[in-house]
């Protein structure tokens, strides 16, 4: 049931009661000296019950009034009061509450006797009832704020959640176009300085070869300057930016398992193909999925003995890394954003990743990747 219906079904239920408790009032009027005080009873009941009901006049004039008509007619208005306690209660007004029930009962004295609330066999009601309203309109009332509070933390803890795992997908989207900025601006700063190359013994080639020589070098100069230009407003501007002649930073996955190595974690590695088999930004990617997995079994299952398999081949990239069960750090608090930017940069690249159980308390984390279509053996374009 959502929160929209259980409104509207207390909102049901509470003029329901209150025309019961009106009914109610008529019907004791009515057993009272053969029905003497009938009119005026029935008058006064549905002004307080009309008081109740709207919401610009339960404050204050509902409790005022009710308790006003209470003091005089006592008995057959007794419920409309215990309802006006409930709501003062409810709305953290106890003084107002239990001024409200003392100045009736003690009024009431003076009122109507024969609809007097002080009588012998209604002592227990004149007294209890009040007091009960007034306890569980405060446990309600507090409850009622209680979930409120709770539901706005949550609120506030999903935004935050969102909030974080975009930052996580920015962050990674950024670190590729710096990786990605620097490795085609090796590569075109390689074809723009060839070409220049051979542009400079244009006396010795044919016009046509010279002309296209010239053309190429100021197109991949021109391609390097548009390259900085997009990927660069990409990155995080406060990082170190690239010169257009970089040498483009992949590291291989052995090394950073031999690192990992010497820092005592057990692993065991399995390669299949070499990595010029795969294209730049697969080896990249694998690259990262191995730190991050490594990271998280140093961080949740320190002293376990770690397996990482890669095959380079096509069809497709394919990297496993499986730990089995080991001790967490205790101030260890897993932010799950790591996962994010992984999902992230392999699902740019057409991938698919995977993370969880893999039985008897293992962790699997695994990726393929899809080679682009054309690309041969050796991870080029044919």
Known sequence: MSSEERRTRLVYGRVC?????????????????GGQYLAPVVVAALLCGTALLVPRLRWPLAPLLVTVATAWWGSPLLPLLVIALFDLAADLRARVAV????????ANLLGCPA??????????????????????????GNRRRLLEAL????EHLRVES?????????????RISAEMHDVLAHRLSLIALHTGVLATRSDTLPAPVAQRLRLLRTTSVEALADLREVLGALRDPDGPQPGPALAPVIREVHELVDEARTAGQHIELTADGLPEQAPTTHRLAV?????????????????????VRID?????????????????????????????????????????????PAGAGAWRLAARIPHPTGTGQNGTRT
């Open 151 to 154: 539901a706005s933390d949550v």
């Open 17 to 33: 009661l209150v025309i019961l408790c009106v009914l109610a009032a008529a019907l004791n009027a009515a057993s009272i000296n």
């Open 115 to 140: 609809t007097g609330l002080w009588k012998a066999q209604t002592y227990a009601a004149t007294v209890l009832l009040p007091l009960l309203a007034i306890v569980v309109g405060l446990w309600l």
């Open 312 to 356: 380079y081949r096509p069809p497709a990239t394919l990297a496993e890394v499986v730990n089995t069960p080991g001790t967490p750090h205790p101030d260890t608090v897993g932010s799950g954003y790591g996962l994010v930017g992984l999902r992230e940069r392999v699902t740019a690249l057409g991938g698919h990743l995977t993370a969880g």
């Open 162 to 174: 969102t909030l974080r795992e975009q930052a996580a997908r920015a962050a990674e989207r950024s």
């Open 287 to 307: 690259y990262r999925i191995v730190q991050e997995a490594l990271t998280n079994a140093r961080k949740h299952a320190d002293g376990a003995d770690v397996s």
């Open 99 to 106: 001024t409200c029930a003392v100045t009736a009962l003690g």
